[in-house]
C-alpha cells in the first residue's frame, strides 16, 4: 500500500478541472510515473490502483487521474476524444513538473496505452513508456458501438452501453481515432518501450502488442501475461506488472536516491537523513515504527513531497494540544465530541507584537485557533480551550530549550 495517497486537481489543456490521485512510497520517490486508465474506465479500476500500489513498493510515486468527462474530472466524455486523452495526459506531465518532478515513465492501460504512445514525444522527460494490453490503432475501441455506427454516421451521435454504462458517442470521436496514426508516434518517440499482453485477452487481441512491437526501435522488450485478463482483475497479475515495470525501469530511467537505506531510529530517537533526492527530500524514522518525509516546496527549490519543518513543528503542538483536551475532558466528565486545532506559522516585525519582549527586528509568531464540539455550555467549553495552553509542548516552546550537539 503506499505510504500516502493524495487527491489532486489539475487543469486540462480546456480549461476543465481534472481528477486524480498521487500516490507515494515510504521514503521519498525514486521517480514519478503518469498512469492513464482504459477506456471509459477511471483512476480507481482495479488494475490501475494495484499497480499503482505495487510501484509505490518499489519507491515509485505515482499519479492516475480521470480523463476528461469521466469519474470525478469536469467536462463532457461525447465531447472527449482521443487526441483530448493526449492532451490530458501532457497536462497531468506538466502539473507534476510544475509542482513535484516531471514523470521518468508513462503508463497506459489498453487505450491508455495508445495514449502514452502518441503523448510520449510531448513529455520530454519520460525516458520509458510502458503499454499493458494497448491496442495498435485507437480505431480499435470502435468495435464497442459498432451496432450504433450507423446511427452515429447518420444522427451525429449515439446513446451506448460500454461496461453497462450509458455514454454518448459523437461522430466526431470516430472521426478523431480513424485519423490517428499510432505506428508513425511509436516510430519517432527514441524512448525504452515495454510492452504487456496477455494471449488470452479477449477485449484486445495479442496482435495488436507484435504491431506495436515492430513499429518500436529498441531498446523494447516484450512480456507475456500468461493467464491474465484484459483488466488485470486477479491482484497477482497486477503485482507482477509492477514488479516487472520496477525492475525494468531501473535499467533505462536515472532512480536517483535507489538503494539509499531509509535511517531507522531506536525506540525514544528520531532519525533524519539525506535522500539525495532533490535539494531538500529528508526521510525520517521515529521510534524505528514511523517513517516520514520532510520536504520544502518548489517555490524555494524543493520538490513537496512531504510537510515542511514547521508544518511538523505546527503539527506537533497542535496535536499535542487536541491531546490535552481530551485527556482534561475524559478526567472532568465533560461531553467533549471533537476537539480541532488550526495553526499558522509567520515571520512579523516585533513592534507588532504589544505582548512580546523582543523590541526590535522579527520574530515568531504562531496562529492557534481551537474548537471544542460537543452539548457543553459556554464556560465548560472555555475551560477545554484553555487547558490546550498547558500542554507539553506549548510549555517546551515557551520555556528555555539546551539543544545539546555531540
Known amino acids: 500500500m503506499p505510504a500516502k ?45 494495484r499497480v499503482a500500489n505495487g510501484l509505490t513498493e518499489q519507491g515509485i510515486a505515482v499519479l492516475r487521474f480521470d480523463f476528461t468527462g469521466l469519474g470525478a474530472s469536469e467536462g463532457d466524455f461525447a465531447n472527449t476524444n482521443f487526441s483530448s486523452n493526449v492532451d490530458d495526459l501532457v497536462a497531468a506531465a506538466n502539473f507534476l513538473r510544475e509542482n513535484y518532478q516531471a514523470p521518468k515513465m508513462l503508463i497506459g492501460h489498453s487505450l491508455g496505452g495508445a495514449a502514452v504512445l502518441a503523448a510520449a514525444s510531448h513529455v520530454p522527460e519520460a525516458d520509458a513508456i510502458c503499454t499493458i494490453g494497448a491496442p495498435a490503432d485507437p480505431a480499435h475501441v470502435a468495435h464497442n458501438f459498432q451496432s450504433s455506427r450507423a446511427e452515429i454516421e447518420e444522427q451525429g451521435e449515439a446513446v451506448v452501453l460500454l461496461a453497462g454504462r450509458p455514454f454518448r458517442i459523437k461522430k466526431q470521436f470516430l472521426e478523431d481515432i480513424e485519423g490517428q496514426k499510432l505506428e ?9 518501450l515495454l510492452v504487456f499482453h496477455s494471449p488470452i485477452d479477449s477485449i484486445v487481441g495479442v496482435e495488436n502488442a507484435g504491431t506495436i512491437f515492430q513499429a518500436a526501435k529498441h531498446p523494447k522488450s516484450f512480456v507475456s501475461l500468461d493467464t491474465a485478463d484484459h483488466l488485470l482483475s486477479k491482484k497477482e497479475d497486477a503485482a507482477y506488472v509492477a514488479n516487472i515495470i520496477a525492475a525494468w525501469a531501473a535499467r533505462y530511467i536515472n532512480l536517483s536516491g535507489a538503494g ?87 515571520k512579523i516585525h516585533a513592534t507588532d507584537c504589544e505582548t512580546c519582549e523582543t ?47 555531540k
Open 184 to 192: 508513425r508516434d511509436i516510430a519517432k518517440m527514441k524512448k525504452a
Open 260 to 346: 539509499l537505506p531509509l535511517p531507522s531510529a531506536a525506540p525514544g530517537t528520531v532519525v533524519v537523513a539525506e535522500t539525495r533526492q532533490g535539494k531538500f527530500t529528508n526521510a525520517i524514522s521515529v521510534g524505528g515504527k514511523h517513517q516520514l518525509i520532510a520536504d520544502e516546496p518548489p517555490s524555494v527549490g524543493g520538490t513537496n513531497t512531504g510537510p515542511t519543518p514547521y508544518d511538523y513543528l505546527l503539527a506537533g503542538l497542535g496535536a499535542c494540544k487536541a491531546m490535552t483536551m481530551r485527556m482534561y475532558a475524559e478526567r472532568k466528565g465533560y461531553a467533549l465530541d471533537r476537539a480541532i486545532v488550526t495553526l499558522k506559522h509567520d
Open 359 to 405: 523590541v526590535g527586528g522579527r520574530l515568531d509568531q504562531i496562529t492557534v485557533e481551537i474548537e471544542a464540539q460537543g452539548d457543553l455550555d459556554d464556560a465548560t467549553r472555555q475551560q477545554i480551550i484553555d487547558i490546550a495552553d498547558k500542554c507539553p509542548v506549548h510549555r517546551t516552546l515557551h520555556s528555555e530549550v539546551n539543544i545539546v550537539r
Open 5 to 49: 495517497s493524495e487527491k489532486i486537481m489539475f487543469t486540462s489543456a480546456t480549461g476543465e478541472q481534472l481528477a486524480g490521485r498521487l500516490d507515494f512510497p515510504v521514503g521519498a520517490p525514486t521517480a514519478y510515473a503518469l498512469w492513464a486508465h482504459c477506456f471509459s474506465c477511471t483512476k480507481d479500476i482495479y488494475a490501475a490502483s
